[in-house]
């Protein structure tokens, strides 16, 4: 494996994130400002990890090739019926001959071969090369050897994962834990009931650190925390390239809304009276309900800027899903507000990297997992799979 730098941040600036829980502090601004940095994570946090590309259902539909971009990296996903034996596979977006794009970022086609635009060198769905214009006459030409690169990929629970790029821990010990707290949902057949799509004027993890901790609830969540105690629930410490943990509901509520009543259908099998809120390494967050499960989908566009795709989920198609889209969209504006102030301090010449309080211990997991990252990337997400 070829070696990967260190992001180019002061060591001496990391480390604190990396003392023990209750002596650590937050990760100096640079690694929230400075572009390099967010570069460096697209390349060996993005590209370099399992990121979630959004539901297999959805990129699927209507094409066989898609374009979209894990990172900093193009990725030609393909999709081939079962009854072929194809299924879905992810190679990178270039082509073997002088690695033009095969397609443009978010463009999909159906069609049985991707055909570059450059100079019209075809692909199959499987990656193998098909033609090659005026190549016939060439000496040592090898069809066989110029198929697209293919990159792991992996169907989650209804996503897709894609690694593109170096090799990251298996998909099943990366998600560890996690895969068991998930499956009693069953979101794999949960149904889209509802989209938001927001640009928030704030670094990805910011976005991140902000979702892991209750501790700024009772000050901008008034309509969360009259549903679910903010002191409530446990977070975890287990095997796993995640962070999260659990939040209760209060005596009257049946699940998350206004007032904690809905006309959702319980998801059979998931907990009644939990919430869970994980976030998978580096930019899905999965909040599951007893009714409904929500995610966010983080794309880091700039040091301060961060598109998220915010999506609704249940048991139902047929149910009026305002009750949780309205409660969350409110609560989520709330939380873009406050994470857009953080960002605005991070750029102050005054701010210094700060102490974590007793409740922040997910905050820390999250803080100290990217630390470790940006010392010794595969290293760091190695070790998370094995914590315990």
């Not at 959004?54 to 539909?61: S, V």
């Not at 199959?124 to 016939?136: I, N, Q, V, W």
């Not at 993890?205 to 700024?216: G, L, P």
């Not at 796993?240 to 959702?264: I, K, Y």
Request: charged fraction near 20%; hydrophobic fraction near 40%.
């Amino acid at each position: 494996m070829t070696d990967i730098p260190a992001a180019p941040l002061d060591p001496a600036g990391v480390e604190p994130a990396l003392r023990p829980f209750g002596a650590s502090h937050t990760l100096p601004a640079a690694a929230y400002l400075d572009p390099a940095v967010l570069a460096w994570e697209r390349r060996h946090l993005f590209a370099g990890a399992w990121t979630c590309l959004g539901r297999l259902d959805e990129l699927a539909e209507g094409c066989t090739h898609r374009a979209v971009t894990a990172g900093d990296v193009g990725v030609l996903l393909t999709f081939q019926g079962t009854e072929q034996g194809g299924g879905v596979r992810a190679f990178a977006n270039v082509c073997r001959h002088r690695g033009h794009e095969l397609l443009a970022d978010g463009e999909a086609v159906d069609r049985p071969s991707a055909v570059c635009p450059y100079h019209g060198w075809a692909y199959r769905l499987d990656g193998s090369l098909a033609t090659a214009p005026h190549m016939a006459g060439t000496e040592a030409f090898d069809p066989g050897a110029l198929g697209l690169v293919e990159l792991p990929l992996a169907t989650w629970h209804g996503w897709l994962l894609v690694n593109a790029g170096h090799a990251a821990p298996h998909i099943a010990a990366y998600t560890g834990a996690l895969d068991g707290l998930l499956r009693p949902y069953h979101i794999e057949t949960l149904r889209l009931g509802a989209r938001h799509d927001y640009q928030v004027r704030a670094n990805w993890k910011v976005i991140v650190e902000n979702y892991q901790e209750c501790y700024h609830c009772p000050l901008i969540h008034p309509e969360l925390c009259r549903v679910s105690p903010p002191t409530s629930g446990d977070n975890w410490v287990l095997p796993g390239a995640w962070v999260g943990g659990t939040m209760d509901l209060r005596e009257h509520a049946e699940t998350m809304s206004f007032d904690g009543t809905g006309p959702g259908t319980f998801i059979d099998g998931a907990p009644r009276r939990t919430i869970l809120y994980v976030a998978l390494f580096p930019n899905l967050l999965v909040s599951a309900h007893p009714d409904y499960v929500m995610t966010h989908r983080l794309t880091p566009v700039a040091p301060d800027r961060t598109d998220i795709e915010c999506s609704w989920y249940f048991p139902h198609a047929d149910i009026d899903t305002a009750y949780a889209v309205d409660f969350w969209d409110l609560t989520n504006r709330q939380d873009w507000a406050a994470c857009e102030s953080v960002q605005r301090g991070l750029s102050s010449p005054h701010y210094v990297p700060g102490p974590l309080a007793d409740n922040e211990d997910a905050v820390y997991q999250w803080i100290s997992l990217v630390a470790g990252a940006y010392l010794d990337p595969v290293g760091a997400l190695t070790r998370s799979v094995l914590a315990s």
